[in-house]
């Protein structure tokens, strides 16, 4: 059966797809997966997640190949990086294996779902995680619900491959010095809806956050990482609040490629007058050239992009990216897990 989906206007939203993947773990072990028509969830009202945040979610996605076939990027570093989330909140780590077959039936089973070729949009597959045992003290939970689900998207930011205007805040931080940030928690994106609901207000699509001890360094930026190029180098943000993303990590070893040295450090509010580009790294954002960072505590504006277009790195950023994940080119990283 075909879908009726616009692929080529499709905004970052959710569209119900037919399949979902679910896996319990009870009495000590995780139980069979099973899969699920119904896009809702039955769990106790007493439940972890619902009173204390036991949430923890990925992202990834999968793309339709120029020969046809069926790649995920990077599955393993998702993997991996949700049994740390996991860990974070005191939950139990869903194991390499039952996330890897999830995620790829979950493809697999929604296939009429996934993006053709061509069309810039890619299927978005969301695991995420839930403390399902009833508790009133606060404790963590003994049973937990893991699931997959797949959604097909469009760029995160409106417009897609072009700049966007962010803003520095000091007002809100997302998470604490040495809290949550370094982990995909639910609760961090609740903390930031207030940022980013007065950000949107005035125009920019997201706030890029300080660091939430000093107000000193940039954080990162919305749901993705902050990177810059600065006399020739790529410059990141090393931070204990940030999320460590899986974009950024491949955007540095495709700088290095490209021959660029590599930073990973504080950076301060003022080095934004110093940059030839910036962008904002993600899955969901892949990399959006940022045009303008407007301090709105001091009313300083900093023009990044001075022709108002996106720049060379990032646009070479993108086109490797968008090459590696359709096929185009080898994938000599062994970044990509095919769904046969
Ligand atoms: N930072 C935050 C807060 C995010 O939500 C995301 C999205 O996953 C990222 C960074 C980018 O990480 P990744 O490149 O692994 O998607
Ligand atoms: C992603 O890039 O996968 C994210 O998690 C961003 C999302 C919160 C919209």
Redesign the pocket.
């Known amino acids: 059966m075909d879908t009726e989906i616009d692929w080529g206007s499709l905004p970052f939203g959710y569209v119900p797809t037919d399949y979902n993947l679910r896996c319990e773990f009870r009495d000590g072990k995780w139980g069979d997966i099973e899969v699920s028509t119904s896009d809702t969830i039955t769990i106790p009202l007493a439940a972890t997640t619902l009173h204390y945040a036991q949430e923890i979610f990925e992202?990834l996605k999968a793309f339709r190949g120029v020969d046809g076939k069926i790649r995920i990027f990077r599955l393993e570093e998702n993997a991996k990086r949700m049994r740390e989330s996991a860990k974070g909140l005191r939950m139990e780590p869903v194991p390499e294996e039952i996330f890897r077959e999830m995620c790829i039936r979950a493809v697999k089973l929604n296939e009429r779902f996934l993006p053709p070729y061509g069309s810039g949009a890619s299927l978005y597959i969301r695991p995420f995680e839930i403390g399902i045992s009833p508790r009133i003290g606060v404790k963590e939970a003994d049973e937990y619900a893991f699931i997959v689900m797949v959604t097909p998207v469009g760029p995160y930011f409106k417009g897609g491959f072009r700049n966007t205007n962010i803003c520095i805040m000091r007002e809100f931080d997302r998470v604490a010095p040495q809290g949550t940030g370094r982990w995909?928690a639910g609760g961090?994106y609740a903390a930031s809806l207030g940022a980013t609901h007065k950000a949107h207000s005035m125009g920019y699509s997201a706030v890029l956050f300080l660091d939430p001890k000093e107000k000193k360094y940039l954080d990162?930026c919305g749901?993705?990482?902050f990177y810059a190029i600065k006399n020739g180098k790529y410059i990141t943000p090393k931070s204990d609040s940030?999320?460590p993303?899986?974009?950024?990590m491949s955007l540095m070893t495709l700088a290095r490629e490209m021959g660029m040295e590599v930073e990973e450090r504080h950076i301060t509010v003022d080095e934004l007058a110093e940059v030839s580009e910036a962008g904002a790294?993600?899955?969901?954002a892949v990399c959006s050239p940022i045009g303008e960072v407007d301090d709105i505590d001091t009313g300083v504006k900093y023009v990044i992009s001075k022709d108002g277009k996106p720049g060379p790195v990032t646009t070479e950023f993108v086109r490797r990216l968008d090459a590696i994940r359709h096929g185009e080119e080898p994938d000599v990283h062994g970044w990509i897990t095919f769904v046969e």
């Open positions: 992202g995909k961090n990162e749901p993705a990482n940030i999320l993303s899986i974009t950024n790294c993600g899955t969901a």
